[in-house]
Each structure stands twice: as structure tokens, then as C-alpha cells.
């Protein structure tokens, strides 16, 4: 690792068990989920008709000035109430004198609730029945009439930085990534580099993203990435199990404040964790799939790793690995788990049944661009406390997947390190590195 350290001051989260740091770490270390059915559209006749969707959630509590925001979109509403708790735990409002050029952004965030019901009422009051084609001038009328531009510009990818940026006065560097389930863990890293080039002293980093619309859960359902276990919802995300179907769809989002450990001492911050390693890499394979060896995810781990000075195959001064847990990235498909497994092994070796890996998926869903973010406050909630949240329902063992997930019940357990992965739809490869805070 070359340039400044870089340290985790602050957390936040919006998720589909809970709107807070402790309720939700109290519901994934006793093996929770909040899976139910959908209700922000008719889903009856989907293949898949439930998620983890966020829920009594009130945007407006977390920000100084709602009007200030006007009618954000759901992505957007989300980042801003992570922001808020990861800011207000930081403690870097209270500092007089914070220099807000040197404080930027960077987010993984996908869009917001795309509004499916007015595009199709202008697709079909344009629609030529005997052509078999839309008129377009047709479709435009139409759209004027059905579609609101304003909330239309509101789901967009790159609005939560905009908004974050205006809640809290931020005017450094301001970057968003939508590399699909790796943007988190992608943006945090990449915030990490900026910072220890020396271009910014604080950035506020993370993701946030609904898909629980119509277009997504189409679309997910006609790549068979969901589980489609609409008869036992509690059980369909199932991680490592023989049984495995697909992943269920969450919501929400994630951030945390990041610093120059100068930075943080400086102002006296409560330091979280530390930093120490980030990599990324790329399958050069396929859109839909990892490469089957696993060296993509390997490449990523091994990169991480080698900037923080970790030896995956190693063992510290109390004869544990070097790396005392794994957040996988855990999706429940059946491509996934045994890639990230046979990767796991790749990369540390006699090591790797040693270490425990879990996959909270199994009960928070998929946050597709913010799980990485939310994987990665799990690590420093695993730190702080002691305990791994388990991998729920997995009580059908893959007998090709052998590794430590920690089923169904949570385990106490000491840990300094933690490896966190993200693996993204066309073979986009995350891994960041966090250590228990060193003199």
C-alpha cells in the first residue's frame, strides 16, 4: 500500500430490515430476514412475486431541509438516510473549520423506481395495430401527456451524489459507478485511491439502488437469476445449498465516511477501521457469467491482499489466517456460489476451509449496487462486536461446497481482518480489505 492511510470514521444504512445500525446487526446475528411479498405492483403473475423491500421508511426525518430536495427519486431518498447516520457518526459536523473542497463523493449507484406504468400508457396509445409499430410522433404526445419529466431525471444513477452533495455542503471530487453488483465495493475502493493520492481528506462513499420495479424484476427473471420459491419466501434465498435457486431481490443503501488517518487523528475522529488493501478485476468472459476457473475473483482477492500486505496463505502471531472472515458475495445462484468458491480456495488454500464465510444475502436479499456497501459495514459491525452473523437456511449442504459458511446460527469469534467481495454481471470483480484499527 503506497500513499496516505485510509480509515472508516462513520456508518449508515437503509435496508429491508431496519433503518438503523443496531436494530438491523440485531437482526442479522439472530438470522432474521424481512422477505415478503411485493406490493409497490402487482407481481401475481410473475415467476417471482416477493423481495426484500424497504419498508415505513420516511426520507424526510434525515435531512435539514426536505424542500431543499424536492421530490427525489427512491435510490435517492435511500443515500440520503445512510449519508445522514454515517455523517452524524463521523462527528464531522460538529468540526469548525472542515474545508468542504476536500470532501468529496463517490457513490455505486444504480436508479431509482423507474415509472413503468406511464411509459406503457404511451406505448400503447401510440401503438399502430395495423403497422405492428409505434407512431412516434403519437408516443410523443403521449409521453407529454403520461410521463413526469422531473421524476423521470429523478431515477437516474448519478442524482443521490447531487443530493448528498447539497444536504451537507460537499465540493470535492464527485464520481458515480453502476458497475451492477460490484459498484460499491468499486466506488469505496476508488474513494480509498483518491484519498491516498492526496486529493481529498474526506470522502463519502458507498451505494444505493432499487430494482423492485417492473423492468427489474423482468428482467432478473428472465436471466433465472431469482428464486421463484414463492411458496416458502423466508426460505428461497439459500446460499451454498444443494438446493439453491437464485437470489432474492432487496433494496436500499449504504455509506460510510472515509479519511486520511492525518485527517482523522487530527480532528480527534472515533476510528472505525481501517483500509488496507482494494483490487479489481476483470473476467474477460462472459455478460452473465463468471469465468468457471474463478480467476476473476481471484485476480481481485490477490490484488487486495497485495496491497494490504496480507499473505492469503499465511498465519498471524496466533496461528490464525492472515484473513479471519470472508463477506461473500453469496447470490444463492448456482453459478455464483461454487465459482466463489472454487475462487476462495485459488487463493488461500489449506487456508480456506479455516476461514468463516457468510453471505448476509441470505437474509438481507440482494442490494444489487449498494450490497457491497452493506456487506462491508457487516465487517466492521463483525469487528466491533465479536460475533458473524450466519448464512441462513442452509440446511441443505452442497456436498461440492465445503467451505466454513457459518450455517443458520451466529458464531463468536475474534477477528481482525476482513476480506470483502463484490462480483458484478459482466464479470466486474470487487474486493476490499478492512483491519481492526493499528497504532
Known sequence: ???????????????????????????????????GPIDRFDAATFPTSFANQVREY???????????????????????????????????????????????????????????????KSTIASWQKELAKID?????????????GEYEVAQEPNEPITHIAREFGLRGPAFNCLTACAASTQAIGEACD??????????????????????????????????????????????FSRSRGGFVMGEGSGVIVLESLEHAQARGANILAEVTGYG??????????????????????HAAMREAGIDPRGCDAQGR???????????????????????????????APKIPMTSIKSMMGHLICAAGAVELITCLLIMRDGVIPPTINLTDPDPDLDLDYVPNVAREASVDTCLSNSFGFGGQNDTVVVQRPRS
Open 136 to 148: 412516434d410522433g403519437a408516443w410523443q404526445a403521449a409521453a407529454a401527456e403520461y410521463i413526469d
Open 194 to 239: 483518491i484519498l491516498r493520492r492526496g486529493d481529498a481528506d474526506v470522502m463519502i462513499s458507498g451505494g444505493t439502488h432499487t430494482m423492485l420495479h417492473v423492468l427489474g424484476i423482468t428482467g432478473f427473471n428472465r436471466l433465472t437469476a431469482l428464486s421463484t420459491r414463492s411458496e416458502d419466501p423466508e426460505h428461497a434465498s439459500r446460499p
Open 280 to 301: 479489481s478485476s476483470a473476467d474477460a468472459y462472459r455478460i452473465t457469467d463468471l469465468h468457471p476457473d474463478g480467476r476473476g475473483p481471484a485476480a481481485a482477492m
Open 58 to 120: 420516511d426520507w424526510t426525518k434525515y435531512v435539514e431541509n426536505a424542500a431543499r430536495h424536492g421530490q427525489p427519486g427512491m435510490h435517492t431518498a435511500f443515500a440520503l438516510g445512510a449519508a445522514r447516520q454515517a455523517w452524524d457518526a463521523s462527528g464531522l459536523g460538529d468540526l469548525d473549520g472542515l474545508d468542504r473542497r476536500r470532501c468529496g463523493l463517490y457513490l455505486g449507484s444504480g436508479e431509482g423506481a423507474l415509472d413503468f406504468n406511464s411509459y406503457q
Open 321 to 351: 489466517p492472515e484473513v479471519q472472515y470472508i463477506s461473500a458475495h453469496g447470490t444463492g445462484t448456482q453459478e455464483n456460489d461454487s465459482i466463489e468458491t472454487k475462487s476462495v480456495k485459488l487463493v488461500f488454500g489449506d487456508n
Open 1 to 35: 500500500m503506497s500513499g496516505r492511510r485510509v480509515v472508516i470514521t462513520g456508518s449508515g444504512w437503509i435496508t429491508p430490515m431496519g433503518h438503523d445500525l443496531d436494530s438491523v446487526w440485531k437482526r442479522l446475528v439472530a438470522g432474521e430476514t424481512m422477505v
